[in-house]
């Protein structure tokens, strides 16, 4: 029987085992595995404080009473949602490799995240966003020529920005304007962008990216100034930096995601297409967007029309 107490190198060995079947079985994210082990980590945490110290002693009423304590130190829905589906994934491959004798979560009751709906631009701010970032580049610096052609992408693509910073000079395709990005779970897909993205990304690889080019640089696409590859906090502060100058409301880089999302929709994109643009595993999730049009229609009809 596995001990959980902290410390104990068999609670040690079966954090171990559950990352790599996190990672190399289910193919989740570094993030995900890492917060999926603190989540763990906070079971087992939890357990100890209450006199549990081998993992098949943990039942339903100690998941319940560790999910009702997360509910009385006041943490989000959001994080009790994520904490339990960590826990179910937890003890689904427990069970199933024989850690366990009977999985404890089948009966737990599922904490359901609130649905906040994504934040969204109109055109309008979007375009001036992207101008101001086209403008700044005037000057040839080539980091602003990337952060313009970074922007363009974003938008055009509804790419995740860790995965165009993972993206490489070979994934894009200037001739059939697409660009293959490595979505979750490791999973490939090939996105479409314009004409304005594409005189972007072109002054950004033939003006700005050979001047930062340095031995070890490789095959990334987007640069630091440096040489190395561009990281996700480079982009997310350039965004920031460009929304306050034009006077746009603060956004983070994936409100450029779900802007294009919600854009693609209100201009008759139909929601497979979108869904495959975006790399959702789900049609419900895509589904969201469907809810914000709603949303902006419903704010249009009522400053326009005269019997709203």
């Not at 990352?19 to 980590?41: F, M, P």
């Not at 967007?289 to 949303?295: D, G, K, N, W």
Request: charged fraction near 25%.
């Amino acid at each position: 029987m596995a001990k959980i107490t902290a410390g104990d190198p068999q609670r040690a060995l079966l954090r171990s085992d559950f990352a790599l079947h996190l990672h190399a079985q289910r193919g989740v994210s570094a993030n995900t595995v890492r917060a999926y082990l603190g989540d763990l980590d906070h079971l087992l945490d939890h357990a100890a404080r209450h006199g549990v110290t081998q993992l098949a002693d943990v039942d339903l009423a100690l998941l319940r009473g560790w999910l009702a304590a997360m509910v009385q130190d006041g943490l989000s829905r959001a994080t009790l949602a994520r904490r339990s589906a960590a826990a179910r994934t937890f003890f689904t491959w427990a069970t199933r490799t024989g850690r366990v004798p009977v999985d404890p979560t089948l009966r737990l009751g599922t904490a359901r995240a609130a649905s906040v709906l994504p934040a969204v631009l109109a055109v309008e701010p979007v375009t001036r966003l992207l101008d101001a970032a086209r403008e700044r580049a005037a000057d040839a610096d080539p980091v602003h020529l990337r952060d313009w052609a970074a922007l363009e992408l974003l938008y055009a693509t509804g790419a995740r920005v860790g995965e165009l910073c993972g993206a490489d000079v070979g994934d894009l395709d200037l001739g059939q304007l697409t660009l293959r990005v490595v979505g979750k779970g490791d999973k490939e897909r090939v996105v479409p962008f314009g004409r304005p993205a594409a005189r972007a990304v072109d002054a950004w690889l033939t003006t700005g990216r050979p001047r930062l080019v340095r031995e070890g640089s490789g095959p990334a696409l987007l640069l630091g100034r440096r040489g190395g590859r561009a990281d996700q906090r480079q982009l997310r502060a350039v965004v920031h930096e460009l929304a306050a100058a034009v006077g746009v409301d603060d956004v983070a880089p994936h409100a450029l995601r779900h802007t294009a999302a919600t854009h693609l929709l209100e201009g008759g994109s139909d929601l497979r297409t979108v869904q495959e643009i975006l790399g959702h595993a789900s049609l419900s999730t895509t589904q969201r967007y469907t809810h914000v049009s709603a949303e902006r229609l419903r704010s249009a009809f009522q400053l326009a029309h005269p019997r709203a």
